[in-house]
């Protein structure tokens, strides 16, 4: 006859309860028998110290202090007594039988009180602690007993195999087994179904996405070169005209396939960092100086921490994150308008900021910015991928930091890295 396995459960996760049990009662005892003890020896001293002070009217350090016990002829102990010899004067003789033995008694009668409190409320209350956190291991325990002695048949496989074959391409069906031994495994693969639909659903977005931003410099670069086959060999406006127009294009495109190239390497894990000791101040006071160098329409200014911060992080991929905020901050501020670059720490986290006087983002597109090629309304008569925010959000992600953003239209933004 086979055993209860809810039962032979249970009988483990009580012995489990008692050793652990055992295990702080000894703790527990133990330390109210040292505090205990410790407190008696204080009342002790204090005592002392009482009628050391009432005797001389000073407590002094260096006195002879000795305790004797008063004897009968037949050497029965009459008395204790607490002799303090201070140099010069004559020794002083207190009485100190009834006060220690009012002391002993007292500190006997709180060591019982602590220890009938331990076993008669702690003791059961900590056992049910216990037991409340052993439950859901026990729950555990019990069903993976319970997935141990299930056996599945081949009529089982044939169910599982048949419910796959009959599933149809449709977004929303699902995986029905109707059958209750299999409802973990119609559970995991309906989950399953649905991430691999939200990936091939993000997939078919990006490509879509990525053909929608290709198709306008490769149908503007197709149209010049018909152009300059019908007029640019005899007309040297037209030549240049074409010239200039295809290399902008091209240019653009060059920028758009390395970004999808860059996103791409980062989500098949090829691209790694490399970490070495990188000097935020520094960093940031390089980017200050390139963008001053390289744009003259906006004024840039550099807010220098009074002490400089290092950590490991890759510097290459950190500093195009911030290159990536700071062109986007030129984009969408007016010529003359500042943008201001700072490093500091809060909270003892590092961080990068740069902040502008922009045209600012509403507060359902914050949500949205570091989605691949989305640009909200007010973005899209600038010119851009949508990719850029993208590629500092893997960035940071992957320096294990956060965004911290604020922004409001017609006023600016300003993006925080936290690291």
């Known amino acids: 006859m086979s055993s209860d396995p809810n039962k032979a459960q249970s009988g483990r996760m009580n012995s489990i309860t008692r050793r652990l049990r055992a295990a702080w009662m000894r703790k527990s005892l133990l330390r109210i028998v040292i ?3 410790l407190l008696f020896a204080l009342a002790c001293l204090g005592w002392m110290g009482v009628q050391e002070y009432r005797a001389l009217g000073f407590l002094k350090w260096n006195i002879g202090r000795s305790f004797f016990v008063e004897r009968t002829v037949g050497g029965r102990i009459t008395e204790l007594y607490y002799r303090i010899v201070n140099a010069g004067e004559d020794p002083v003789e207190i009485a100190a039988g009834r006060a220690f033995t009012v002391i002993c008694i007292a500190f006997a009668a709180l060591l019982i009180l602590r220890l009938f409190w331990l076993f008669v409320f702690s003791g059961p209350r900590e056992s049910r602690r216990i037991r409340t956190i052993l439950a859901p291991l026990n729950d555990l325990a019990l069903k993976a ?9 081949e009529d089982k496989y044939h169910v599982i195999e048949d419910a796959i074959s009959q599933l149809d391409a449709d977004e929303s069906s699902r995986l029905s087994l109707g059958d209750s031994d299999l409802a973990g495994i119609e559970a995991a693969i309906n989950n399953l179904l649905v991430r691999i639909r939200e990936s091939n659903m993000q997939q078919a977005r990006f490509v879509n996405d990525a053909s929608h931003e290709l198709r306008t410099p490769i149908a503007v670069i197709s149209g010049y070169a018909d152009m300059l086959a019908r007029w640019g060999k005899n007309d040297e406006k037209v030549l240049n005209e074409a010239i200039a127009a295809i290399q902008t294009e091209s240019g653009r495109m060059k920028h758009l396939v390395e970004q ?11 691209t790694t960092l490399t970490l070495e000791d990188v000097s935020l101040t520094s960093m940031m006071r390089e980017a200050y100086e390139e963008s001053v160098m390289i744009d003259e329409k906006h004024v840039y200014r550099f807010s220098e921490p009074e002490n400089d911060m290092v950590i490991k992080a890759d510097a290459g991929l950190l500093k195009q994150a911030v290159r990536i905020l700071l062109d986007n901050a030129a984009k969408y501020t007016k010529e003359g308008d500042e943008i201001m670059l700072s490093c500091g720490e809060d909270d003892g986290h590092p961080y990068l900021q740069v902040q502008d006087c922009g045209i600012g983002m509403a507060e359902d597109n914050v949500a949205h910015m570091f989605e691949r090629f989305y640009r909200a309304d007010e973005a899209r008569s600038f010119e851009g991928t949508g990719l ?5 959000k893997w960035i940071v992600d992957k ?7 604020l922004s409001r239209p017609d006023i600016g933004t300003r993006i925080r890295i936290v690291l």
């Open 399 to 405: 320096h294990k930091g956060h965004f911290e953003i």
């Open 388 to 392: 850029g925010l993208s590629i500092a």
């Open 145 to 153: 007993d319970e997935l141990s002695r299930m056996e599945f048949g």
């Open 35 to 37: 505090s205990t003890l």
């Open 260 to 270: 999808l190239l860059f996103l791409a390497r980062g989500d098949s894990g090829k």
